[in-house]
């Protein structure tokens, strides 16, 4: 098991709703990224957060946006939910932005009805 | 745009035997590749990683062979039990693209006792 928590586990919304998933770090790693998990399908890269601040996003709208906080946790904020959304998102984390050697966390699985 | 792949989508090996997972890659930029597993519920889990300019690299039980002319990845696993029975995913990562790892579809690897 890797040091990298989220919360919450599972997560059910209506398509419109906005929604807030969290993500601790495993210590001493200051990058989180964050992916999008549809069943059946490998992670697509949603964006990363270095020192407070987007370093890189994937193939993603606008409404899908982030935080990092001083202690390196972070959070992914969706708007506007669609059906399309649903899926296991998973929070990773390494120990520098350039640090392919990435830690994941058990993801919350997101239902959008 | 350039992404990962995988041969096969499942493979079913009887206990004991070696079991071989296959993927093509496109982007000959590719710095790092990386193997995870994932087991039901959980996050992806780092299992090895070549650098592009090696051939071949092994760990406990794994050994993951490159070969750049075609493009192909391999993992090999020796003496397959049961506890490695999950999805496979191979990974591509770019030097110039910080932590971003691009995911292949998956092998569901199923180990029969």
């Known amino acids: 098991e890797t040091g990298v928590t989220q919360s919450p586990t599972h997560l059910i919304k209506t398509r419109g709703q906005q929604v807030t998933l969290r993500c601790s770090s495993q210590?001493?790693?200051?990058?989180v990224s964050w992916y999008q998990q549809a069943l059946g399908q490998g992670p697509q890269f949603i964006f990363q957060?270095?020192?407070?601040?987007?370093?890189g996003r994937g193939n993603f709208p606008p409404r899908f946006s982030g935080l990092q906080f001083p202690n390196y946790s972070s959070e992914l904020n969706v708007n506007a939910l669609e059906l399309d959304d649903s899926a296991l998102y998973l929070c990773?984390?390494?120990?520098?932005?350039?640090?392919?050697?990435?830690?994941f966390g058990p993801g919350t699985r997101l239902t959008v009805t | 745009g350039e992404s990962v792949g995988l041969h096969l989508p499942t493979l079913s090996v009887q206990e004991g035997d070696n079991s071989i997972i296959n993927c093509a890659y496109s982007?000959?930029?590719?710095?790092?590749f990386i193997w995870y597993k994932q087991e039901s519920g959980k996050g992806p889990q780092f299992i090895i990683d070549?650098?592009?300019?090696?051939d071949k690299r092994q760990g406990q039980r794994v050994t993951v062979l490159l070969n750049k002319t075609v493009k192909h990845l391999s993992l090999q696993i020796a003496a397959t039990q049961p506890g490695d029975s999950a999805v496979y995913f191979c990974?591509?990562?770019?030097?110039?693209?910080?932590?971003?790892?691009?995911f292949g579809e998956g092998t569901q690897l199923t180990v029969n006792p």
């Open positions: 990773a984390s390494s120990f520098s932005e350039g640090a392919y050697e990435q830690y």
């Open positions: 210590s001493g790693h200051n990058t």
């Open positions: 957060y270095y020192r407070e601040e987007e370093n």
């Open positions: 982007n000959s930029a590719s710095d790092y």
């Open positions: 070549i650098r592009s300019n090696m």
């Open positions: 990974a591509e990562n770019q030097e110039t693209s910080g932590s971003r790892l691009t």
